[in-house]
């Protein structure tokens, strides 16, 4: 099986030098032959080595005793039809060759298949040096245990890193995805916005163990960050009165972002049972809040703004009233008291310029009004029979505003509850006055 002139260069499908064919198939099963040389298909790979050693015992003559069919699926046979051309390249050849991950990890399949020990290692070292994607990320999990240990080094960046170092990459994200420095470099919004999708993807919850620990560091550190975005709000809010009649647009953009920053923060809150922090700090702020949306200025503007600050109401009238956060009585009321009022005039307020003006995109969503209707009806129901007769009752004067919120569920539950109240006390009274005489 050698050439008979060992010196003699090898050239893959050469013919006339030839001493082995080799037959893939096509896709369509058409065949393929190439014309292949056996010192060279011995020294790099075990599977032609033992079909050619084979052969030699098994056949009394030379002739197709060198002919090897490679039994492949048609989707590989470009696969195997450039490792067989890669055999007769030096190593550093087939990295240089070696141009995406799709075709390595073909080329790498079918070298483990033929057992070619150089190739597999050149496919190797270029998968550990590139990037990959999702997909191409899950082609190589699905080859690796096929590799064993050799697989160690591409396997490495996907490993699972301690807690620890997760811990301080997930502080690092939450520092700089709340930080109020204006000096950034231009790409930073892009890079703020990263950060707080990839805070939020930590953050998302594990079937074994989470990707972060949640420790009091932790904690601290995002509540450090929910004052920075407080702080950055309250001073964006103050300058609306006096920015909104220069350049009302830069007014309301700049306090967007900072309220869509608060948003983002409600979420991170909630996936860390820390909610209380967002609504206690938002009812700390409500009074200065409502000041500068309620100004003769603002009053016919700042839709975008009133509109968000709605939604973050919203939330917080959510956690209150199921009990997601637990405040004490003076609280839960002194929240709806303050919060109450404006939205029964803003609604009817976006509404009608809505209906009026077709271009007008600020009408508050069916869904989040429905929430918070229920937010407050259930607020209400929690509180002392007395503060909810009060409410109830302001209620029911403003016909012309009972529309939104509805409080006619919270309404019948305290008729239902006063009577029932009523009944009780009566009975409490008859048993005192007629005591059970005693023979």
């Given at each position: 099986?050698?050439?008979?002139?060992?010196?003699?260069?090898?050239?893959?499908?050469?013919?006339?030098?030839?001493d082995?064919?080799?037959?893939?198939?096509?896709?369509?099963?058409?065949?393929?032959?190439?014309?292949?040389?056996?010192?060279?298909?011995?020294?790099?790979?075990?599977?032609?080595?033992?079909?050619?050693?084979?052969?030699?015992?098994?056949?009394?003559?030379?002739?197709?005793?060198?002919f090897?069919?490679?039994?492949?699926q048609?989707?590989?046979?470009d696969?195997?039809?450039?490792?067989?051309?890669?055999?007769?390249?030096?190593?550093?050849?087939?990295?240089?060759?070696?141009?995406?991950?799709?075709?390595t990890?073909?080329?790498?399949?079918?070298?483990?298949?033929?057992?070619?020990?150089?190739?597999t290692?050149c496919?190797m070292?270029?998968?550990?040096?590139?990037?990959?994607d999702?997909?191409?990320?899950?082609e190589?999990?699905?080859i690796?245990?096929?590799?064993?240990?050799?697989?160690?080094?591409?396997?490495?960046?996907?490993?699972?890193?301690?807690?620890?170092?997760?811990k301080?990459?997930?502080?690092?994200?939450?520092?700089?995805?709340?930080?109020?420095?204006?000096?950034?470099?231009?790409?930073?919004?892009?890079?703020?916005?990263?950060?707080?999708?990839?805070?939020e993807?930590?953050?998302l919850?594990?079937?074994?163990?989470?990707?972060?620990?949640?420790?009091?560091?932790?904690?601290?550190?995002?509540?450090?960050?929910?004052s920075?975005?407080?702080?950055?709000?309250e001073?964006?809010?103050s300058l609306?009165?006096?920015?909104?009649?220069?350049?009302?647009?830069?007014?309301?953009?700049?306090?967007?972002?900072?309220?869509?920053?608060?948003?983002w923060?409600?979420?991170?809150?909630?996936?860390?049972?820390?909610?209380?922090?967002?609504v206690?700090?938002?009812?700390?702020?409500?009074?200065?809040?409502?000041?500068?949306?309620?100004?003769?200025?603002c009053?016919l503007?700042?839709?975008?703004?009133?509109?968000?600050?709605?939604?973050?109401?919203?939330?917080?009238?959510?956690?209150?009233?199921?009990?997601?956060?637990?405040?004490?009585?003076?609280?839960?009321?002194h929240?709806?008291?303050k919060?109450?009022p404006?939205?029964?005039?803003?609604?009817?307020?976006?509404d009608?310029?809505?209906?009026?003006?077709?271009s007008?995109?600020?009408?508050?969503?069916?869904?989040?009004?429905q929430?918070?209707e229920?937010?407050?009806?259930?607020l209400?129901?929690?509180?002392?029979?007395?503060?909810?007769?009060?409410?109830?009752?302001?209620?029911?004067?403003?016909?012309?505003?009972?529309?939104?919120?509805?409080?006619?569920?919270?309404?019948?539950?305290?008729c239902?509850?006063?009577?029932s109240?009523?009944?009780?006390?009566?009975?409490?009274?008859?048993?005192?006055?007629n005591?059970?005489?005693?023979l």
């Amino acid at each position: 099986m050698e050439i008979d002139n060992a010196s003699q260069p090898c050239t893959f499908g050469d013919q006339n030098s030839s001493d082995v064919t080799v037959l893939l198939y096509t896709w369509e099963g058409r065949p393929v032959f190439f014309y292949c040389h056996s010192k060279i298909l011995i020294r790099k790979s075990k599977f032609f080595a033992e079909q050619l050693s084979m052969k030699a015992v098994t056949n009394s003559s030379n002739e197709f005793s060198n002919f090897i069919q490679v039994l492949c699926q048609g989707s590989e046979f470009d696969s195997y039809a450039k490792l067989l051309k890669l055999l007769y390249t030096s190593d550093d050849s087939v990295l240089e060759s070696l141009d995406s991950v799709k075709t390595t990890l073909g080329v790498l399949r079918a070298s483990i298949a033929l057992h070619c020990g150089s190739i597999t290692k050149c496919c190797m070292q270029y998968l550990e040096a590139v990037p990959w994607d999702e997909k191409e990320e899950d082609e190589i999990l699905k080859i690796a245990p096929s590799l064993g240990p050799a697989a160690k080094p591409i396997l490495a960046r996907i490993q699972p890193i301690n807690l620890t170092a997760t811990k301080n990459v997930f502080v690092s994200a939450i520092r700089f995805a709340t930080a109020v420095e204006k000096s950034f470099p231009p790409f930073a919004d892009e890079l703020k916005t990263s950060a707080q999708e990839q805070v939020e993807y930590m953050l998302l919850e594990d079937e074994d163990t989470p990707m972060v620990a949640i420790d009091e560091e932790v904690k601290s550190e995002v509540r450090t960050g929910l004052s920075n975005l407080i702080a950055t709000f309250e001073a964006e809010l103050s300058l609306i009165p006096l920015g909104y009649k220069h350049s009302p647009e830069v007014a309301e953009q700049s306090v967007l972002q900072s309220l869509s920053d608060l948003d983002w923060m409600c979420g991170v809150l909630t996936k860390m049972e820390m909610l209380k922090d967002f609504v206690t700090s938002w009812s700390e702020i409500s009074d200065k809040v409502l000041a500068v949306l309620q100004e003769d200025n603002c009053y016919l503007g700042l839709w975008s703004v009133k509109v968000k600050v709605i939604e973050l109401v919203g939330k917080a009238f959510d956690a209150i009233g199921f009990g997601n956060v637990v405040l004490p009585t003076h609280s839960r009321l002194h929240f709806l008291k303050k919060w109450l009022p404006y939205l029964r005039d803003i609604k009817p307020l976006l509404d009608a310029k809505s209906d009026k003006d077709e271009s007008f995109t600020h009408r508050l969503d069916g869904d989040l009004c429905q929430n918070i209707e229920g937010a407050i009806v259930s607020l209400v129901l929690t509180l002392p029979s007395c503060d909810q007769a009060d409410i109830l009752g302001d209620w029911i004067q403003r016909t012309e505003q009972l529309k939104f919120p509805n409080l006619s569920e919270a309404f019948e539950v305290w008729c239902y509850r006063t009577k029932s109240a009523n009944r009780r006390n009566m009975v409490e009274l008859s048993d005192a006055g007629n005591p059970t005489l005693s023979l």
